[in-house]
């Protein structure tokens, strides 16, 4: 048996709050993860982000592997001596965005040849060099290389995906097992299978016998719609050991997050609210609102009176606004901070009505303003 | 005689120490005052910029009538409410925007008619409307509306200019004169006269006769050499009361700030050391680095370790490189800070440097690294 390092500390119905062990201090989930694509969550000083109470972030792998690169992050102390952040960091495996950004990529059972979108330069991962990648970066949590596909290909394609995702999952294992301390990482599975619930529910039991630290679900958040993200949701879950935390990638709007909280999912991350935030879109109490508009341009209120947005100094919108139409960093800065301010809020709350046995009053009260 | 707001604590030569009462609090000088265009001092939070000691910092009035527009301003609180920045503020007239800004500009003994570079709208400044708009903004201290010329033009030219920046300066004190309280703000005096030093020194008899609280030195910083500016510097400060603060404007490097405060000056401001730190120039007590430079790929040193660059939480230049080189938000962020404390750390060391008459061997250990 692998580690334990969760331990729930109250259920309602399947949605539960626990407690997330990990060699960087407890996180206690849900837990929403910001991401830090290059080693930062734009616009954010990490003690800015310790302040909102965030103890696990996102750093992106392919991103951090092409630039600065692996050993010049080794030679500084890991990803936490380079970035002065001081907390749990969870990282991708680099599959996602091969998948996803590179020019160009060729996959074998071997792992996947790319071309940098920075440079043209020509890049493998393999599950193996993944795994060694994440130690030296020293993640607190590690993912497994993985093939990523998009919604509305054939069963045949999915499977023929899952299946070698499968056996790459089993000798990124392999490697974890071999790497001693003092890295104290742990390595998750990632379930894929596309939206076909069969093969998920069979990529949830395989990768159960793996004895995972924790699991991820993939593959979602690829374009297909609401319902068949919640009926992915329904069909794997369940399927995964319940003493285990699960995390859904890619997953950052309250609706989809409180789909998730509901199917048992301990974990979440997204670029959206910090992206959205540097465009001016604020998610606040009342729903979503774009800072741009006219209409607050002289609104002396600050975007949301009920989470405080700005901890001790209180921006109203109108300044906000005048920011953006000028295009002033200090918008993106505050912008960014008053979202992630809101997804601590969002997910801190949905753990209050967890343990007062209240999630699906809560759910309805966010859904009037987030509808699905 | 006008009120008094400068008290002098300590002298070594013509340099001086002093405290400036303001309505917003007192300011330690010789001080820097960073540059808050349009109503933030760029990438930095107000939290941030008291925290790093500064007290006084400066808007464009230019920036500010045209976007927000001093309407919506007032309404929200004037400047301190809008831009939650609680101590003082200085706007300077908008005068020298309209020069080096507008795609059109035409003067008249009347004032100055332009077109915003935002939106090519026409407006007209003159020395009455632009007292009246920095009390509306609610300035601590407030410029008057002057002329201002380049490096290289004719006598008769900085002759004429002169004259009417000396007729606006009378009509500027016979409306701040017509403002009672709650307003309390400064109106401070400009002296022009262009590279000529007898009209430099007429212009500084002049103003003086018009007892303003204090006495702007402008039209520097425009072209013109070192030796230029020193010898304007030289001609010009000793003309004005001794008993008043005297800023010179748009001065924002090691030297020049050194040799302002040799000649008896009090106030810098300039956009400089935010502006350069946008680009990745950073000062240290070593001289100046641009932090994209590759040798400091792997430095795990902070920039400059003599003034501990970012308070608690300690950033390396290679972090810092590694956030310029991916265009990250929170290199400026960062940059700008290191600036920012080290014209702090700048001020504040030639203010102890002259409390213990050491103030000549301070500028020359300074000059070692920041030659002329």
Redesign the interface.
């Known amino acids: 048996m692998s580690e334990s390092i969760f331990s729930i500390t109250a259920a309602d119905g399947a949605a539960r709050t626990g407690l997330l062990h990990l060699p960087h201090g407890t996180v206690e989930t849900p837990a929403f993860m910001p991401v830090g694509t ?3 969550v ?6 800015a982000l310790h302040r909102l109470g965030f103890r696990l972030i996102l750093g992106n792998t392919y ?1 951090l592997f092409l ?2 690169g692996v050993e ?1 992050i080794a ?3 890991g990803l936490h001596g ?3 952040w001081r907390h749990n960091i969870l990282t991708d495996s680099g599959g996602y965005q091969v998948f996803s950004l590179a020019p160009f990529r060729k996959i074998s059972e071997e792992g996947v040849l790319f071309q940098s979108h920075i440079d043209g330069s020509r890049h493998t991962l393999t599950p193996e060099s993944v795994v060694d990648i994440q130690v030296a970066l020293n993640s607190d949590i590690q993912m497994v290389l993985d093939v990523c596909t998009g919604a509305g290909i054939e069963r045949r394609e999915a499977e023929e995906a899952l299946d070698l995702t499968q056996r790459w999952a089993e000798r990124a294992v392999r490697r974890r097992s071999k790497i001693n301390e003092p890295y104290r990482g742990h390595l998750f599975g990632i379930v894929q299978g596309n939206f076909f619930p069969d093969l998920r529910r069979r990529a949830a039991e395989d990768l159960a016998a793996l004895d995972f630290p924790g699991y991820a679900i993939g593959g979602l958040s690829v374009g297909e719609t609401f319902k068949q993200y919640e009926a992915t949701l329904t069909a794997t879950a369940p399927a995964l050991p319940e003493e285990k935390p699960r995390y859904v990638m890619g997953i950052g709007t309250p609706e989809y997050i409180l789909a998730a909280i509901e199917n048992g999912i301990d974990m979440f991350d997204c670029v959206f609210p910090t992206r959205a935030g540097r465009t001016g879109t604020l998610f606040t109490t009342r729903g979503r609102i774009n800072i741009k508009n006219a209409r607050f ?2 609104d ?1 209120e600050p975007p949301d009176p009920e989470i405080a947005s700005f901890g ?5 919108m ?2 906000l ?3 953006f ?2 295009g ?3 918008g ?3 912008a960014t901070e008053h979202n992630l301010r809101f997804m601590k809020w969002l997910v801190d709350s949905a753990g209050s009505a967890i343990r007062d046995g209240s999630f699906s009053r809560f759910k309805r009260r966010i859904l009037e303003v987030y509808p699905p």
Chains 1, 2 share one sequence.
């Open positions: 290059a080693g930062t734009k616009a954010m000083r990490p003690e991103h630039r600065p010049t030679a500084l102390g380079f970035s002065s341009a002289r002396p001790g100094t209180q921006f109203s109108a300044y606004r005048h920011l139409q000028s002033e960093i200090l993106s800065i505050l």
